[in-house]
């Protein structure tokens, strides 16, 4: 007895997969592991994936009524290998977070010499403060000018993590394509409150502060005087 599982089962897991696909890219969880104009190829594939298992099956059907009494049957443990692809449908992996996050052992980007654009833009409408993405500001705070920072105040959003040297992290991470090559962007809020914990989404209103170095991670790191620190919701595309 072969220890593969048979045709129909490989068809079946195909469509599985398939329907995952399509589940996912349905509904905003696809933002928890790619860009948003992912979404189009995703669907794309799903479909692909989809069309294959189902002319697979029809065809698999044609050989079984060709070859009946000859055909050797896979184990029956090989439908064991669709439970994982089922449970995606109900129960998807989350996007990632501050146990990822805390595991980053050096610096996430190099720093350039100039920020990519003169200044961080107007305050936000009706605000004293300027939303800054974390990249943004971990760029601008790292520069060689900052006097782009002096005064403004600015506001940050992401999720808590932990820092080791006190306080906390505002964290959030930065993907080119997918989850797989997500980086960490963290700015410390030394004076975060402790009634936050890690994974909380919080945005972060303060003043730019001289980057300070962790001796745990042993590079400087963008740092922020926090005013002000309020809970949000985790927002639909949790990367930046």
């Excluded at 590079?219 to 002000?228: L, R, V």
């Amino acid at each position: 007895m072969s220890g593969r599982p048979d045709r129909t089962t490989q068809h079946v897991l195909l469509l599985l997969l398939g329907v995952v696909v399509l589940f996912v890219a349905g509904s905003d969880r696809y933002l928890d592991y790619v860009r948003a104009g992912f979404r189009p190829l995703l669907l794309g594939a799903g479909v692909v994936v989809v069309l294959l298992a189902f002319s697979g099956l029809r065809g698999g059907r044609g050989e079984t009524h060709g070859d009946a009494g000859h055909g050797h049957r896979g184990p029956a443990v090989g439908w064991l290998l669709a439970a994982p692809v089922a449970v995606l449908l109900v129960v998807a992996p989350p996007a990632l977070g501050s146990y990822t996050a805390s595991r980053q052992v050096a610096a996430p980007v190099a720093v350039p010499d100039e920020p990519p654009a003169a200044g961080i833009g107007a305050d936000d409408p009706g605000a004293d403060h300027a939303t800054m993405t974390l990249f943004s500001y971990y760029v601008w705070s790292q520069a060689q000018d900052t006097s782009a920072l002096d005064g403004r105040r600015v506001r940050l959003v992401g999720f808590v993590s932990p820092r080791a040297a006190g306080g906390w992290y505002v964290t959030r991470f930065d993907i080119n394509c997918c989850a797989a090559d997500a980086t960490a962007i963290r700015v410390a809020v030394p004076g975060g409150p402790a009634e936050f914990e890690p994974d909380d989404w919080v945005e972060v209103v303060g003043t730019h502060v001289p980057p300070q170095v962790d001796p745990a991670v042993g590079y400087p790191e963008p740092t922020i005087d926090a005013a002000s620190v309020a809970a949000v919701e985790a927002p639909a595309e949790p990367y930046e």
